[in-house]
């Protein structure tokens, strides 16, 4: 059961073949079984689970399931999901019980679909291997001394190890895709404004961006129905209409015009990943695409200007973490300064610490426009050069990390982590979507092909996305780990 | 030496929307501590703002009523800083790129003479909450319903020269909100209130001395009492050899004197930056042309019609369009009576008189505009002399009737004009005063004219006020010379 996909799950409620009860039972059960040992879950909400399940079931009874009813996934603990613990990844939040739902919770609710609880993640979303979290460091299924990748890297390993059919996750910098490539699952970062930032506990709002991670692009294309669209609650969110987007994912890809950006494949890109993503596009050459190589010339800028822009917002966005109206609060504060210094200096982690640093700094007086208006300009030559080209190509190809999953503990200073995000980061920047499929292993160990399209360009990843699944097994492969544990 | 002083002041309006400038909270003034804050007011983890189209077409109309340039483009800015009573630890407004350019304000001052004070920009931004410091026990009590209320601060160039520049500078903007009914202009609840920038230099003198700024100025009185405060010291500490330091002072109204607050060396540096939630503001000539015409007309247009169209001397027209309840008022009354010299009268007069013993504001004269007019009318049309006018005023100030004609019929104070009856009451009064007859016959005839006061006031008593003046005047010269 824990091995079949959203749509093989849908199809199996919908013909009565399993209720959502059962479903749900069975992967909290794997969640007791397995989770011990991952620690890819802060919180599971069995309970609420198991009555939303009830609800889903009596719903298909009554002939009112969608879709999706009855489906259990998992939710990043950047969600604010009402009356539950949501704290991402931190101390500070660690008694924060948020009193609201996020839009994409909303909206997801509103399917019928169940949540499991919340996955483990870096803390507030800062790192690429889910060290950072105040939960301790989560394990990836395929091997349990290597990193998951992060900040998403709970989702990505339960959904990995069959503990949830699906997830949810933010990207700010690659932290949906990068530990989708090191879990060997699909994740999607859709364009910038394509999904409701409402009630996603902000790191750097202008990059942030939540989006699926399954075990297909189909499964992703189903999650995104779900939850892209328009939001009056959040202004950078975009009024668009919003396709199916099953629809599209069996289009032909013949004359489809692949582009290989030359910075993609320069030094320290490991020769196992690099073997792996130009055999996916050989692959792609005989589905009828033509391949050429392309050139983003401002690439080697895209990880100091987003270590400009992202500590700079997050600088800002996390100064509401002060001790007085909710979070941690240090011990009797003797003063106002002891009260806003302890609990601050207590509640958070260092890296988190870290990027405060590096963002107030940047945006004092007498730096600002040396950082940040640079990075900004930077930021809009970045975008430019994905602009220009899609001007003649209809999606990129590269690695999504420059290796797979590295071990545990193995980064140790800061900048060799920031390094990882090198084919992630600029994606961001422009505000572009962005899709990592499994394309095979390296030493055991997933790797992960990325492909980019132009702004909402989603369908057109799903598709190309969804013809390599069928016709490789990449993304069928499950870790041993999975059925050793349940 | 002689001293200039120089003035700017930076004025905060709170706008009158009913929901704050970036949540759906209601922004009603007086409610119990904390219920009128969402999520989006207590900064919670997640939420987003969402900018209340209200304010930005009131902040615009504003800059359309100062003649300012309104920019395509502006854009909300980050002010980073730590309080408590700020729950996202930074507040939202406009740093570079104001919604309302530079435009100019036109004050009266006391000799009736206009200047003209360049606005340097108006911008956007949130209220925070208040710190409560009483009844906690030393602790400080937070309460956030003001938190998110928008604000327009409205930044002057440093025009004024005096205490009273100031004053005139700020009543013309309490004056234009109000008007506009952006702004409910309640100072007392703090619906505006000002930052005060204040320097001197030796007259002549081009370049600024070192200024203070003086934070939170709540009252036209304040304003003045807190600049000459200022601009003493600021001469006495110069005079003596000493320097005025660039600083942050607070005015108190208990003492009458500014203190020193903080100086510039501890100032916070407040790292602006872009609000990446917020999207930039861009209007479109059409929104700018459709506000215009929506425009109601504004003091100085009102000042202008009052002097050139209805002839009043321009203390009149001043005083008369100072607030828009004033100028409506006043110009029901000259409607109804058709004289503006008169209504103006009236309402400078006997109604300001009556509404500031009573400390009632003009919306809540128990004269209404309609009842004036009609009052004005009667003795206009000579039915009532000015002595039974003022009778009238008083009991339809006190409830008893409902118009003047009813009060006039009621109290029998139709003025009597038939000379029959005017020269009975006269011949009656000449009879009873034989002595007063013949002191006048006995005086010298530049003197005579002073004496005949005594007679008037003998022949409007037998009338009980209601007499013609004019006639029982010339009627008793006649019939007193007649005698001599």
Known sequence: MHDKTVTQLAAALKSGELSSRELTSHFLQRIEQADGTLNSFITVTAEQALDQAEAADNARAAGKAGKLTGIPF?????????????????????????PYNAT??????????????KTNMDEFAMGSSNENSYFGAVKNPWDLTAVPGGSSGGSAAAVAAGLVPAAMGTDTGGSIRQPAAFCGITGLKPTYGRVSRYGIIAYASSLDQAGPMAKSAE???????????????DSTSVARGVPDYTETLNA?????????PKE????????????????AVKVYESLGATVREVSLPHTHYAIPAYYVIAPAEASSNLSRYDGVRFGHRCDAPADLIDLYTRSRAEGFGD??????????HTLSEGFFDAYYTKAQKVRRLIRQDFLDAFEDVDVLMGPASPTPAFDLGAKKDPVSMYLQDIYTIAVNLAGIPGISVPAGFSNGRPVGLQILGTHFAEAQLLNVAHQFQQATDWHLQRPAFAEENA | MQWETVIGLEVHVQLATRSKIFSGASTAFGAEPNTQACAVDLGLPGVLPVLNEQAVAMAVQFGLAVHADIPEVSVFDRKNYFYPDLPKGYQTSQMYHPIVGAGDV???????????????????EEDAGKSLHEDFHGMTGIDLNRAGTPLLEIVSEPDMRSAKEAAAYLKAIHSIVTYLGISDGNMAEGSMRCDVNVSVRPKGQEAFGTRAEIKNVNSFRFVERAIAYEVERQIELIEDGGKVVQETRLFDPERDETRSMRTKEEANDYRYFPCPDLLPVVLDQAYLDHLRSQLPELPADKRARFQNELGLSVYDAHVLSASREMAEFFEEVQQVCGDAKQAANWVQGELSGALNRENLSIQNSPVSAKQLGELISRVLDDTINGKAAKQVFQALWNGQGDSADAVIDAKGLKQVTDTGAIEAMIDQVIAESPAQVA????SEPEKRGKMIGYFVGQVMKASRGTANPQQVNGLLKEKLDALL
Do not use: W
């Open chain 1, 74 to 98: 998992a939710l990043k603990d950047i969600f604010c999901t009402q009356g539950v613990k949501t704290s991402c990844g931190s101390k500070m939040l660690d008694n924060f019980i948020a």
């Open chain 1, 104 to 117: 994409v919770v909303e909206k997801l609710n509103a399917a019928g679909t169940i949540s499991l609880g």
């Open chain 1, 219 to 233: 499964d992703c294309a189903h999650l995104l129905n779900v939850i892209a669209g328009h939001d009056v609650r």
């Open chain 1, 252 to 260: 032909p890809l013949s004359g489809l015009k692949i582009g290989l």
């Open chain 1, 264 to 279: 993609y494949f320069g030094d320290g890109l490991d020769a196992d990943v690099e073997k792996a993503v130009r055999e």
């Open chain 1, 351 to 360: 890296e988190v610490k870290r990027r405060i640093l590096i963002g107030t």
């Open chain 2, 106 to 124: 036109e004050i009266t001052l006391d000799d009736e003479s206009t200047k003209r004070i360049r606005i340097h920009h108006a911008h956007l």
């Open chain 2, 439 to 442: 002191q006048y016959r006995d």
